[in-house]
Every structure is written in C-alpha cells, then in structure tokens.
C-alpha cells in the first residue's frame, strides 16, 4: 500500500479525452485542492465544471473496498482463486473463445496492456472489447480505411490556427469544454474565423458558431459526399496532392455524384440556400478543421461518415499542415491509449493488425506468447449476445456499467443474470452491473492510481497518486497480472506500473525501429527511468529524438498504407429512415456536468446542482400536440424498453425528435436508464452501436 502523498501532485483528468493537467494538493483536513496545470499543453491551466469538482468526488463513501464472493466479504486470495479457475475450467472445456473481458476507457494505459495481453497472447482469444467501442471505434475503422492506419492527424493548436472550424456531432462545449474554451478565445482574437455547427440540435456550441445546420439524424454522409461534388464542381481539387498522395479519388467522386445539392437537402432536412452556403465556406478557405465526435461515431454509418468527411480533406489536400485536417475528438480520457496497445476486439497490439499473421508472429514472439489469438474477437455488442446464448460463459467487466451504458441494456442485464460466472472490478460498491457479479474486486481510483494516459491528440500524460489505496484495492493492471500468474502463464511479473510501461514501450519498437511502421506510436524513446517524471509528450517518440515537440502527421504526404498513399473511400449515404406516424427520433447524449453512469460526478453536489434529473427535451410544438406541459413526466418506449422522465421544452431540439442524457442510471434515478430504450444496431464495419437514432413513442407517465 502507499503512502498518502504531501506537497503538489502534476496529473491528469480522469474525464474526458481533451486530457487537461491537474495540479492536486493533498490538504492536512483530508481535501484535495485541484487547478489546472498551466503548463500542460492541452489546457495551459485551465478546467471545466467537471475537471474543478474533482476534489469533491474522491471521498470513500460508497467505495468497494474488499473482495467480494457470491454477496460476501471475501480475501484476494479466495477472489483470485476463483477467478483464475473459474476462466481456466471454461476454457479447458469450452475453449478460449468461451470466455471474455469488457474493459474501459477509464483504463489507465498499463491495465489495458494487461489485460489484452493476458486474453490475446495467453487466453488465445480476441474477446476483449471495450466500452470505448461506443465511443470511438467508428473513426479508428474510418482512420485505418483512409489513412492505413489509426492515427488522429492534428493537435488541438490546428483549431486555433484554422480559419474555418467545423464541429460534426460534436457539442464540443459541453463534451470537451476546455478545447471549447481554446477555440472561443481563438475565434473573439480573430473574429474573422468562422465556426460551423453541424448537430440536429442547437447545442450550447451554438453560442459561437456562425452557422448552424440542423441536419436530420445520420444526414452526414450526404452532406460531406455533397460537399466532395461540391469541391469538384467548384475546381477546388487539389489535383498535385491527389494525384501523388491518394488513391480512389475517381471512384470516390463517382459515388458523391449522386449528391447534388437538391439530393443532399432531401436526404439531410437542411434547405438549398444553407447546404450551398457551407459549401462555399469550405472550398473559400484554405486552412480548414472538421471536428468529429459521437454524432458521427455513434452511428449505423458511423464509418462512413468519417470517410466522407476525411475523403473532402483529402481532395483540397487539407492535412498534415498547421490549421486544417480532419479531428476525431474522443469521450474517453484514456480511449487512445487503449487504441495504442490494441485494447479493440479487432486491434493486437502497438497498432499491430491481429489478421496480419507478421504482426502475430512478432507480438507473440516479444510477449513469448504460446497461444496468440488469431482473428478478431467479439465486439461490445455481439459479445454480450455471445454471453446471452452461451457461448461465452465467463465474462469480466471492469471499470465499466454496461448494465446502463450498453443499447438495449434490460437484454444485458438479463444475459449477465443467466451467464456462468460474471466477475466484476471496479471502483465503487453499488452501481447497476455489481448486483450481477460472483466475484467483485475493489479497483484503485483516480488520484489513488499510478499509470498514463494519451488525450485526443496523442498526447501521453501521466496520472499520477496523491491518495494512498484505500482498504484492499489494487491497481486494474496488478489484478490481471496476478490472474495471469495464479493461471499459470508467465509474462505478469510487473511490480509496478513504470515495468507496464517499459514493455508496452519496448513493444512498440520491436523488430519496427526505424521502420516507417515505426511512426505509428514508436515510444522508444520514453526511456524506463524518465516515467515518473515523464512530461506530456506526443507519440511517436523515436529513440533517436533529441528534442520532443509537437508531432503533426503526415506533413510530407507519406501514409500508412503499404504504397504510402492515403485512401479515399466511395462512401453509401443510409436511406433516409421516415418515422412511423407519431413516432419520434430518440438521440441521446451527454449533460455539461456529468460523466458517464455519475458513479464519480454524482457525488458532487455542485455538478448535481447543474441539472438535477433526467429529462426528455422536445420542441414546444410536439409537447402541446401530445397534451404534455412543461415538467410533465413523459414514458418513451422502443420495441426494447422504456424509460420514464420529465419534458423539457425548448427550441433548441428539431420537431420530431425527443434528447434524452445518458448518465442516469437505476442507483440515479430508477426510471431514467434511456439505454433500455436505445436499439442495438450497429455500424458493421466498426461494431459501434447508433445510439443516436432510434424510433420511439411518446406517452404521458
Ligand atoms: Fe477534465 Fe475534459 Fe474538463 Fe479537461 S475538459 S477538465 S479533461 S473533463
């Protein structure tokens, strides 16, 4: 155990993937004093409501701080054993296929190596998928069909510099409020920069942007393959770049014909004046930033979209260069570094592919691996139908509430009540998934870990402890280490978080250094003896950097693909869906002060005090069509469940469709889980659910 730390602590977030620093001081009444870190480079000292509250959310109330076996207090030893012979007996019967993690975005980078390396290279099976898979999986598959491989180009200093900011299903305010807060004090210093809004709601980023288009659900394809005519048709084509940098441009442009201007405005709801409006935005100014985030990520066609959005940057040759390109901003504060060690169903590790059977063969061979998964494992939404049938009869679940947050979530939680043997680690004592665990395992939290994480533009920061771990809790990484041991694989030998790191380092330049393969999130460089006082840093790190700077990709036109050409993709708008008589389009989302299932943010007054409950927003209109008045408690129903909540009205949210957050839970607020309601379909490239579209109806409670 530790000792709780005296003197001011440098760390990081534990919210969001903008990755601010923190500077926590533990003081002598037991408070924590947090402010930003002026010199981090992602916030320069500044915070959100939530970052600023963190000190108000670390308290142990509520904190599972014991083992638990079967509903009783149990020892580490018992929990352990249970949990290693309970996976190996599954497995020597059923096969590694049998048996699955489900981990987080919450995971410190060290416990995501763990625990992927213990179910890729040592359990032999795929089957470790990840909450950020309803985060972000649509712009990592997006990524790799464009640029070969997963990298975010940009850094967030390109929003400052860029003349044309365009936010795509990204209320960036409330979602990422400190980038929000960079781009507004960028924009009052030159108000000649123009912000685009693209959300089907008028959201509090609303406030800055000079245009507003109100796009119908998943009308996004349309409208960035209307925007590729568009740039064609106006002679904006960077033909030097596409020629000698890209492949597909013909096909790409072929497909987007089918998107003139009066086809983008009946399949996005938007009128003429306003699609060509945008469009003469972009093709005018050169240095352009499209800013993407779970509007189109979280989406049936969520790959697509990325696709078309990146395919525009690529025809005006808008990437890799100060102030434009495309942006995938992620939820999670630690969702890339998951990326990074491959922690994705779909992923191997060090951006390795798990189809490549090179890549398998040297992953195995550094890990010394003896049964290294050989294709893909089950993604989020599938592995829990795997669970529901039985095919998988052992499941972990850590640092996450799928009872809550997964699509479809009563059909969750009943798979979890029937499976064999459901392990639980997490933080917290009550939450809505903990009442399905045989075995459930106290987790260290945040200010009480020790490890890193990597923000939206791979910037890498530690997270740092100043609390000494409370009661039996042990650090994610050192609890999957220890069930890798106790089940007979070697290769788990870490006694702290910098040996995890010092591997997943080592990894990534194994038989690669040098390479161009190296690019892709080499940390050679971060030498084992610098990780405590490792300062935030972008990958790669090449061993041979002498100076560590701010790292853009693809500035001399080079991409990952095997030819070094970026791809464009011949996007396929969806068919617009027409909702039934009197149904109504659910979107769902976040709230500015709370985080996820509120097992953290829920126990600060002040973030509770800024919306107190649950809430279905609809336009006026639809409310007086209904009978309903302000307040009123309304009952959504799909064909999967239903919720009940209060109306908010407000002109905010389009006719026809009906906002509801997703953070209330049954610990919450018994009637408000929305993600009851919420369909499991599924981008079938990328595995992520549409969480933003699902057809309901409306009745009084
Ligand atoms: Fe934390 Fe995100 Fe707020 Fe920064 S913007 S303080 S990372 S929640």
Redesign the pocket.
């Known amino acids: 155990n530790m000792k709780p730390t005296t003197g001011t602590i440098r760390t990081t ?1 534990a ?2 993937g ?3 620093g923190v500077l926590a001081t533990p003081e002598a009444d037991g408070n924590v004093s947090i402010v930003g870190d002026p010199e981090h480079p992602a ?1 320069f000292g500044r ?2 409501s ?2 600023s509250a963190l000190g108000e959310t670390i308290g142990l109330e509520d904190r599972l701080l014991s083992p638990r076996v079967d509903g009783r207090l149990a020892s580490w030893d018992e929990a352990l054993e249970r949990v290693a012979s309970g996976f190996s007996r599954v497995i020597a019967e059923d096969g590694p296929d049998a048996v699955a993690f489900y981990v987080s975005g919450q995971f410190l980078t060290e416990d995501y190596y763990v625990a992927n390396k213990l179910m890729k290279g040592f359990i032999g099976s795929g089957n470790i998928d990840t909450n950020s898979r309803l985060c972000m999986a649509s712009s990592v598959a997006g990524h790799r069909r464009a640029f070969g491989a997963d990298t975010v180009p940009g850094t967030y200093r390109d929003l400052e510099e860029a003349d044309l900011v365009i936010l795509v299903g990204s209320n960036l305010a409330w979602c ?3 980038t929000y807060q960079r781009l507004a004090a960028a924009k009052a210093a030159r108000p000649a920069m123009k912000i685009v809004l693209i959300d089907p709601r008028r959201t509090a980023s609303a406030e800055i942007a000079d245009m507003h288009l109100a796009i119908e659900p998943d009308g996004d394809t349309a409208l960035f393959s209307g925007l590729l005519y568009a740039i064609a048709e106006g002679g904006a084509v960077h033909c030097d770049f596409v020629a000698r940098h890209t492949e597909g441009f013909v096909d790409a442009l072929r497909a987007s014909r089918a998107f003139p201007v009066a086809k983008v405005a009946a399949a996005t709801g938007l009128g003429e004046a306003e699609i060509r409006a945008f469009y003469d935005l972009f093709t005018a100014r050169e240095k352009v930033v499209t800013v993407y985030s779970q509007g189109v990520n979280q989406s049936v066609g969520g790959t697509d979209k990325v696709n078309a959005i990146i395919n525009c940057h690529l025809a005006t040759g808008r990437i890799g260069r100060p102030g434009m390109g495309p942006f995938s901003i992620t939820g999670q504060p630690n969702a890339m570094g998951g990326r990074e060690v491959g922690g994705l169903a779909n992923q191997l590790a060090a951006h390795m592919a798990i189809e490549n059977p090179h890549d398998r063969a040297l992953v195995g061979e550094f890990w010394q691996a003896p049964n290294i998964a050989r294709k893909p494992g089950l993604k989020a939404v599938d592995l829990f139908r795997a669970v529901e049938t039985g095919k998988v009869k052992a499941i972990w679940i850590a640092g996450t509430n799928p009872v809550v947050s997964m699509p479809d979530a009563d059909r969750v939680k009943a798979a979890l009540a029937a499976c064999p043997l459901v392990v639980v680690s997490d933080v917290v004592s009550r939450n809505d998934t903990l009442p399905f665990a045989h075995v459930a395992l106290p987790a260290a939290a945040w200010g009480e870990k020790d490890g890193t994480v990597t923000n939206s533009e791979r910037r890498i920061s530690r997270q740092r402890p100043f609390l000494p771990l409370p009661g039996e809790a042990r650090p994610d990484w050192a609890i999957f280490a220890e069930v890798g041991r106790r089940m007979g694989f070697s290769g788990f030998d870490f006694t702290n978080a910098a040996e995890v790191f010092d591997e997943h380092a080592r990894l990534s330049a194994y038989r690669n250094e040098g390479s161009r393969d190296f690019d892709i999130g080499g940390l050679a460089g971060l030498a084992s003896d610098d990780y405590d006082a490792l300062d935030p840093v972008q990958w790669p790190v090449k061993a041979s950097d002498n100076e560590i700077g701010e790292k853009r990709f693809f500035a001399d036109g080079r991409f990952y693909h095997p030819d070094g050409r970026a791809r464009f993709v011949a996007v396929r708008a969806p068919v617009r869906e027409t909702a039934a008589n009197g149904e109504f389009v659910l979107n769902t989302g976040r709230v500015r002060d709370h985080w996820h299932t509120m097992t953290r943010t829920g126990r600060s007054a002040r973030l509770s005090a800024h919306i107190a409950e649950p809430f279905a927003e609809l336009h006026p209109e639809d409310g007086k069509q209904l009978g309903l008045k302000p307040a009123d408690l309304v009952t959504i129903r799909s064909a999967h469940g239903s919720a009940t909540v209060r109306c908010l009205f407000t002109k905010r949210q389009m006719r026809g469709s009906v906002f509801v957050p997703i953070h209330w839970s049954g610990e919450f607020a018994g009637t408000g889980r929305i993600d009851a309601v919420v369909r499991p379909s599924f981008d079938p490239i990328s595995g992520q659910p549409g969480l933003k579209n699902t057809p309901v109806t409306l009745s009084r409670f």
């Open positions: 977030c919210y969001c903008v990755g601010c916030n915070l959100c939530k970052g990422h409020p400190v």
